[in-house]
């Protein structure tokens, strides 16, 4: 499944697919982005980040693709499990602030 | 290894009264971040300290609010003669000494302030 971020906020995908979530940040001279999860009653969770002289960067089951050219951010989720359904908050960071984006709402259907 | 610590969870005033949210960063973490989020949206940056410094409090209203961060002791939002308008969930973050945008922010699960 795949969302396009804050024209797309929610994105409901089947337990064992992969989940792409999208997001488009605003400030092209933004040089380290964050993706976090954030599930109902608790704060943000961190779980990738990317520095703007790459263009990718893998964790465990998560991938994460910068594209500075059209500033566009996007978190793979690989054999998406249940455990993934939350809200997933991309990050820039310009200056001294972090902006956050408004958030995908991931569900995983069983 | 305690992570970011705020007190209260939640914290209900009536309109008029004061609210004090504390914030305990993370061990070795000199930077803190105060952030609202109102339901179904996201986080809004408020106040970014350091010890006994704001460094930038570009997102904070001009008038009831107000921060601190004290060279002992958590960090302190402050907000008076609430609102209804102020309720919603108030985050804190805090980076380590390197800051600034180098090094991810990490989160505590937020005050829940509800006006009556």
């Known amino acids: 499944g795949e969302s396009v971020g804050l024209h797309l906020p929610t994105l409901s995908v089947q337990e064992g697919d992969n989940s792409i979530i999208n997001c488009a940040y605003s400030n092209s001279a933004s040089d380290y982005f964050i993706w976090y999860k954030q599930e109902s009653g608790k704060g943000p969770q961190f779980i990738i980040d990317?520095?703007?002289?790459?263009d990718k960067r893998q964790g465990q089951r998560v991938t994460v693709l910068l594209n500075k050219t059209v500033k566009h951010l996007s978190l793979q989720i690989a054999a998406t499990q249940p455990g993934d359904s939350a809200v997933y908050f991309c990050a820039e960071n310009t200056g001294n602030q972090f902006y956050f984006g408004t958030g995908t709402s991931l569900t995983v259907i069983p | 290894n305690a992570g970011v610590m705020q007190n209260p969870r939640h914290l209900v005033r009536r309109r008029g009264q004061e609210a004090r949210l504390r914030c305990s960063p993370m061990k070795g973490h000199s930077h803190v971040y105060w952030y609202r989020q109102l339901p179904e949206e996201g986080l809004k940056f408020m106040v970014y300290l350091q010890k006994e410094n704001i460094i930038d409090e570009s997102g904070m209203p001009k008038e009831r609010f107000s921060a601190e961060f004290p060279k002992e002791g958590p960090s302190i939002l402050r907000i008076q003669q609430v609102v209804r308008g102020d309720s919603a969930a108030y985050f804190c973050?805090?980076?380590?000494?390197?800051?600034?945008?180098?090094?991810?922010?990490?989160f505590g699960n937020g005050t829940r302030l509800t006006v009556t």
């Open positions: 973050a805090s980076s380590p000494p390197s800051g600034g945008g180098n090094s991810p922010l990490h």
């Open positions: 990317i520095r703007s002289n790459m």
